[in-house]
């Protein structure tokens, strides 16, 4: 990034090595609050931060509506399962 | 045809019962055609049927697609997506859209429907996908993923992340290209 910042002891580029760990709480508490002071004093990694967590919300609930198994197939496993049993 | 290792018949069908949906929609997602998926899903219940594994696992669902994953490989029904490419995490946060100032393509980019990020996961890698489906849509630990995928869980983590943000990367592609 062209305007690469120091926020709290972070740099921008070290946000963005931990953004995933951070939005799916695996970081330690110590470098969550200094995440958080980095996110509160820079608003480019703010707005990334915040655009990326709400893709990947948006692409959970996307996809869980993804087609399901035609209850046929079942069927004609369960026969088959008792063939070979 | 009877084996004396096979699993217990009720064991099975429980497993098929409980985890049917989930099973099929990784197959769906790493063959991407419903044909394949059907066979890769038929061949992992037979494959636990014939297996002595059911009662001793501790996670059944990463067991089960371990198993799918194992069989999509044998089956030649694991389709190649693009060959990845390494590029600094820098170049790629660049790319989707870190630094950027606020714009409606970026608003557009987060909001995309089903198609648009079906899409967009159709021209990823299958390493990114596969960590991307494991972990952001079927909801594995990243231990369970690592022992899915057969790596580590620091390379899990990597991988998701690279992963996640070739997503963003190619949603924005996809907008511009359609703007």
């Keep these: 990034m062209a305007r690469e910042r120091n926020v709290a002891g972070l740099t921008c580029s070290q946000v963005l090595e931990h ?67 | 045809m009877s084996n004396p290792a096979a699993a217990p018949n009720d064991l099975v069908r429980a497993l098929l019962l409980e985890h049917q949906d989930a099973v099929y929609r990784y197959c769906r997602s790493i063959t991407r055609s419903d044909e394949a998926a059907e066979d890769v899903f038929q061949e992992t219940f037979l494959a636990v049927l014939r297996s002595a594994e059911p009662s001793t ?66 021209t990823l890698s299958e390493d990114d996908r596969e960590v991307l489906i494991l972990r952001d849509l079927e909801e594995l630990s990243v231990r369970e993923t690592a022992s899915v995928l057969e790596v580590s869980e620091a390379a899990v983590r ?20 359609g703007a």
Excluded at chain 1, 32 to 45: M, N, Q, T
Excluded at chain 1, 57 to 68: G, Y
């Design chain 1, 19 to 85: 953004l995933s760990a951070y939005v799916d709480g695996e970081l330690e508490p110590e470098l969550v609050a200094r995440i958080e002071r980095h996110l509160a004093g820079c608003h480019w990694c703010e707005r990334f931060g915040h655009d990326f967590n709400r893709l990947l919300q948006n692409f959970r609930n996307h996809e869980k509506t993804a087609p399901k198994l035609d209850p046929k197939v079942t069927e004609r496993l369960l026969e088959r399962l008792a063939s070979e049993a």
């Design chain 2, 57 to 122: 696992v501790t996670s059944p669902r990463a067991w089960l697609y371990t198993i799918a994953r194992h069989r999509a490989f044998r089956m030649g029904r694991r389709r190649a997506g693009e060959p990845e490419h390494f590029e600094p995490l820098a170049e790629l946060g660049v790319a989707a859209g870190w630094g950027e100032e606020h714009s409606p393509e970026n608003s557009a980019v987060v909001s995309q429907t089903r198609e648009t990020l079906t899409v967009a996961m159709n």
């Design chain 2, 158 to 177: 990597t991988r998701l992340h690279r992963a996640r943000l070739r997503l963003m990367k190619q949603l924005k592609k996809e907008m511009r290209h």
